[in-house]
């Protein structure tokens, strides 16, 4: 059965990069959609983008230019960059696995974004 | 970008009773529609995608029906494990995926 475990710093600075990594364990890799998903505190979900073992890559639009979405096959891992974060970038932020719907998720990590 | 407004906000029933949660997309999303549940602290799990097709595991009291612009989740008989908070999402019309505000579930 796949798990996807995720980590990264807790807080970032304003105007400074929030990173991530996920990494998948026990299930194919190749094959599926990779997908980060964020919800702001006691607030509802966002797709914020995903990844595939090629590296083909789609994003929100409204995140589109501070998103970076990359892929490492030889470790089974997929990581999020968001650049020039502020407040509004607090969120947990989860791995997912999927593509039209998501099926497997890591456990969310909480980015504060505070100076 | 597809909008979808789930309604009611909030659902107060009592164990054994049914719940019926619904999702109202801004235009077509044909079937692809999926619903989650979360319980707090917790990661969103999929219940139903392809608006009705239960996912891996999840118990037949759940249902889901619609196509186009109207759907529903049904929980024939709730259980105490089941009050929780519950999205519909669309990937219908994308970028980008979108996700309804959410219908909190509230033992009555």
């Known amino acids: 059965q796949v798990q996807l475990q995720q980590w990264g710093a807790g807080v970032v600075k304003p105007s400074e990069t929030l990173s991530l990594t996920c990494a998948v364990n026990?299930?194919?890799?190749?094959?599926?959609?990779w997908a980060w998903i964020r919800q702001p505190p006691g607030k509802g979900l966002e797709w914020i983008g995903e990844i595939n073992h090629n590296g083909t890559t789609n994003s929100n639009p409204s995140l589109k230019s501070r998103v970076t979405i990359s892929v490492d096959t030889s470790k089974n891992h997929f990581s999020l960059q968001v650049t020039d974060v502020t407040a509004a970038d607090t969120a947990v932020y989860y791995c997912a696995r999927g593509r039209d719907f998501w099926s497997a998720w890591g456990q969310g990590a909480l980015v504060t974004v505070s100076s | 970008e597809i909008v979808l407004t789930q309604s009611p906000a909030t659902l107060s029933l009592s164990p054994g009773e049914r719940a019926t949660l619904f999702c109202r997309a801004s235009?077509?999303?044909?079937?692809?529609l999926a619903w989650y549940q979360q319980k707090p602290g917790q990661a969103p799990r999929l219940l139903i995608y392809?608006?009705?097709n239960r996912a891996t595991g999840i118990p037949a009291r759940f249902s889901g029906s619609g196509s186009g612009t109207d759907f529903t989740l049904t929980i024939s008989s709730l259980e105490p494990e089941d009050f929780a908070v519950y999205f519909c999402q669309q990937r219908y019309n994308w970028p980008p995926a979108t996700f309804g505000q959410g219908t909190r579930l509230e033992i009555k």
């Open positions: 235009q077509s999303v044909s079937r692809f």
């Open positions: 392809d608006a009705s």
């Open positions: 026990g299930g194919f890799f190749r094959g599926y959609y």
